[in-house]
């Protein structure tokens, strides 16, 4: 355990350095990453405890824990900090119950669960928020999992109708819109064919490759 808190203390301590030379130093960069981190691992601490005890939350106390655990707030952090647009405002943000983040947030756990929760069962892990509301509500899994997917279709329209309000009345800076939004976006990429982070030999692989590496034939396109 020291030997993994001395690398994420150095590396933290790197990508601050490295961002507020390349951004300027109006803001604690290094104080809101120590920040981030230090609740994301409290927040692991939590489940290690539940598991431990053999414990299984309702899915209202769950969700309350692993909104910090599901790292959307440290992805958010880094990233905001990493554009070079950020005020102490905005990164503060991040770390209230401000609407938008907090569907973020929603919407990283749930896709997370729903991608990793049966190898996460076969291995003993803490429970997620499927088998959470499965136990509370005493149905199957299988209607545990549709009603994770209602809520992230729930969240998703909220999320739209924030980013359309924004838009009419500048309720929030562009730049903290654009970067919560498109962290939601990364985590139903990699989550919407199953574990396409842990598991890297799915669809989610294809994706990446022919985005990034595969070229694109133009004349193909063009004659179809």
């Not at 053999?54 to 952090?77: D, M, Q, R, T």
């Not at 069962?121 to 509301?133: F, L, M, N, T, V």
């Not at 809520?151 to 329209?157: A, F, G, L, Q, V």
Request: with cysteine.
């Amino acid at each position: 355990m020291k030997t993994c808190f001395q690398a994420l203390y150095d590396i933290t301590n790197e990508i601050a350095y490295d961002i507020q030379e390349l951004n300027g130093w109006q803001v604690q960069a290094l104080l809101h990453m120590r920040k981030a981190w230090a609740g994301f691992c409290k927040a692991l601490f939590v489940e290690a405890k539940w598991y431990n005890k053999g414990y299984s939350p309702s899915l209202e106390e769950y969700l309350s824990n692993a909104l910090i655990s599901s790292g959307a707030i440290v992805i958010s952090i880094h990233t905001m900090l990493s554009v070079g647009s950020a005020d102490e405002k905005i990164i503060n943000l991040l770390g209230k119950d401000e609407d938008l983040a907090y569907n973020i947030s929603i919407i990283t756990r749930l896709y997370n669960d729903l991608g990793t929760s049966m190898a996460e069962k076969e291995r003993g892990d803490a429970p997620s928020s499927i088998h959470c509301y499965a136990r509370e509500m005493n149905v199957s899994e299988k209607e545990a999992e549709e009603h994770i997917k209602n809520m992230i279709n729930n969240t998703w329209k909220k999320i739209n109708g924030q980013c359309l309000n924004n838009q009419s009345h500048n309720l929030l800076p562009c730049s903290f819109v654009k970067v919560t939004t498109n962290v939601a976006r990364m985590v139903q990429c990699l989550y919407q064919f199953g574990d396409g982070f842990g598991i890297q030999d799915r669809e989610t692989r294809n994706h990446i490759i022919s985005l990034l590496i595969e070229p694109f034939n133009l004349d193909k396109t063009a004659k179809d």
